[in-house]
């Protein structure tokens, strides 16, 4: 019952693109016996003549082969492009000149789908074709459809994600090991983990991109960048990931998160405490995890590594035979995969706005009525105390002394105020600092 | 946009049923939306009046009502019978007539889809019609479609499950309280989470019918009940959940088993003992957790609750929207969604020749040269011995000693003589406690 068959367009075939091209060729019987049609590479495309050589000569078949992108988005025979440079201007261009020459597209690529969400969506539904993206968050984990199909009944509460491995990796050398950031990113460079320049990583610009394509999926809504309060894990000292833990319980994780709360939508990507009995606190090193809280499915999570080249051509290959399906069929983009209508019914939160238990440390001076002042300023930004501990000084020459707390729910905005105003005070020694506590059931 | 209306017929409006159409009518507006056609109820059977008298009253619109599936399976109108009565012959008759009457299917009936895999996926495939199922297994966990898209383009190596919430919860209660299975049994039943009449849940028996049809997606290939070794967990004593952890570092899960060993499938349902460290062991009182171990997608875990009416009408409704999609498509059935084609390469591993690790208790008389017997029939019969630990007897009067041990990797048949050829000696007092250890990557 083989109708047709679905051609194929590489475009970049770095380690995602290479795996991917392997996995299609080591399961070809049994993607196209589950696809029900077969599946042919046609065209490859790199800027590297000998990377094109040794995957066109592992298809083993004939295929036409490229330097320019423009080849591949305008052969006539083409079926999907599959875009796979990264970067973002050219990635772009691929999409939306395929897009424009009739292709439906599998891409990878989070930072231009997340920047580019409406037109790039408002083009494939006008065109009637589809972009699947599964590869952009958590690599291999099936999070995207997921949200899309096996949770589509449901009203999205939250969203919780531990999204980006090199900080995860960062953070659990800091937690394991008590060493300093510095040497944290060291270690993950040294290990593959992180990349030369790791700005994006560490500062959360990565989570942010993956959070924006989730909450746009779960909200029917473009959740720009520009929506989400970002905060990376550069300033995280490994004093604080040692005191809540031993003290209070908890674990750090950069955690990108998305909630509703009374239809405002509150968005942001910074260092988070969790419960230390949580699942996400054994989420450890490279690996990813998202927490879905579906009004009827309740707290669903998924959990896998979110890096490397055969993790995202699982899923890469997954949109491909998906798509290859809908394209035998005639069915591509019949139905849109993205659908935007949903923005005008939903605001977003200020993050000032936005409300949540704190931990924070002051560096004070160990001198009478300190505790007083602090507290006295807390109460007047009613700020509400949940947990006080005092670490005695470490020798008797250091004047200053470690007072840890715990705050009750509170607004973003009366804690900065209240940090603002203690900060100025002659007893601080030392900036305080101040990190969210998210509670997710256990 | 909306072309059509899909028109659904529900039989069945216990829990499930129930929560399906609340949630259905509930969030109407947004799953029209995102299916791009309307979706209407048109039939309810039930053999309670008062609940067809109710649902149909929550609808708000005119709908047909029956006590007799016939009606609602032999009405031209509905194009999709979604089956929640529960049970085994009429269940599957309902199911059978309706893709007879062409229709589509959205079920939640495990034990009817197991035991009858080939004739009702034979019969949709020839009848061009789908019998969708995410329900079926980890109720709103959307694990079925992972495995049969998400992951799709993976050789599946092997499924671990904690796939039954019953089990789950009286395991949960017997390590925190260090109770007897009899009495976790009875807190459970309190509590709701096991029924009266707990034999299928604590015998395994649910969970063979969930790995059975977890296994015959992965494998495309029906794997029976009688292909899977079924152990459960009522002859569990607090004990040996206490030493496996305490000594070894082991929490015992029952758990379903699916793994290809050198192209021969492994089945099996049985309490085992997984690392203290690994995510399994968080899963606690009625939650499930399937893993998958894809080729190229790694380990990756599903997490949720598994069971509760909304969380499967979280599948059940996310089911029918997929479905409607199609049926408004006019593809509904093109491409099978279960196919069964790879029967034929794949063998059943004997569940004697299955190989593993495990834990054992000895209970034998406190007298020079017991630990050499014992372990000179071990070693006989090539076990080759991992861990020892014994436990000074509790009293001075009590003259029985518990050996515990644990082994490398064997043979279940190896280890089942030696513990029969160890059993039948004259210092040992009780029966040997025997548990497979299930190794799993952090």
Chains 1, 2 share one sequence.
Request: glycine residues 8%; positive net charge.
């Amino acid at each position: 019952m083989k109708n047709n068959k679905v051609k194929l367009g590489f475009i970049g075939l770095g380690v995602v693109g290479g795996c991917s091209v392997n996995l299609l060729n080591r399961n070809k019987k049994i993607i196209e016996r589950k696809v029900n049609a077969s599946i042919e590479i046609i065209h490859l495309c790199d800027a590297s003549a000998a990377r094109l050589k040794q995957y066109s000569r592992q298809l083993g078949h004939k295929v036409k082969l490229s330097s320019d992108w423009q080849k591949v988005v305008n052969d006539p025979s083409v079926d999907i492009v599959i875009e796979l440079i990264g970067g973002r201007d050219i990635a772009k261009k691929v999409i939306i000149e395929s897009l424009k020459a009739g292709k439906n597209v599998v891409t990878a690529n989070k930072a231009v789908l997340s920047e580019n969400w409406d037109e790039i969506f408002s083009l494939a539904m006008s065109r009637g074709k589809v972009v699947y993206f599964e590869a952009a968050v958590c690599t291999g984990i099936p999070v995207i459809q997921a949200l899309n199909e096996g949770l589509a009944s449901n009203r999205i509460n939250r969203i919780v994600g531990i999204l980006n491995g090199t900080t995860n990796y960062i953070l659990t050398r800091m937690f394991r090991e008590h060493i300093s950031f510095e040497d944290a990113l060291k270690q993950a460079q040294k290990n593959g983990f992180a990349e030369m320049n790791p700005y994006f990583d560490i500062e959360g610009i990565d989570s942010t991109h993956k959070l924006s394509i989730l909450s746009s999926i779960a909200w029917s809504c473009w959740v720009k960048r520009e929506n989400i309060y970002c905060e990376g894990i550069s300033k995280i000292q490994p004093i604080d990931i040692k005191y809540a833990y031993e003290e209070f319980g908890y674990v750090l994780k950069l955690l990108g998160v998305g909630k509703n709360c009374n239809n405002k939508l509150d968005f942001f990507v910074r260092p988070c405490l969790i419960s230390k009995n949580h699942q996400f606190a054994s989420v450890e090193d490279e690996y990813n995890a998202v927490l879905i809280e579906g009004e009827a499915s309740g707290n669903i999570i998924f959990y896998g590594k979110g890096a490397g080249g055969d993790s995202a051509a699982s899923a890469v290959v997954s949109d491909i035979m998906f798509l290859a399906k809908e394209v035998n069929m005639g069915t591509a983009g019949r139905v849109p995969y993205v659908n935007n209508s949903h923005c005008e019914t939903l605001a977003f939160l200020p993050a000032q706005e936005s409300a949540g238990k704190y931990y924070l440390r002051f560096s004070a001076l160990d001198k009478p009525g300190v505790l007083s002042k602090i507290s006295g300023i807390l109460a007047k930004n009613n700020v509400s105390i949940a947990g006080v501990f005092q670490k005695e000084p470490v020798s008797k020459n250091k004047k200053a002394a470690s007072i840890l707390m715990t705050t009750h729910v509170v607004r973003e905005k009366s804690i900065r105020d209240a940090v603002k105003e203690i900060d100025a005070l002659s007893i601080i020694e030392a900036k305080t600092v101040l990190i969210r506590i998210e509670e997710m059931a256990v």
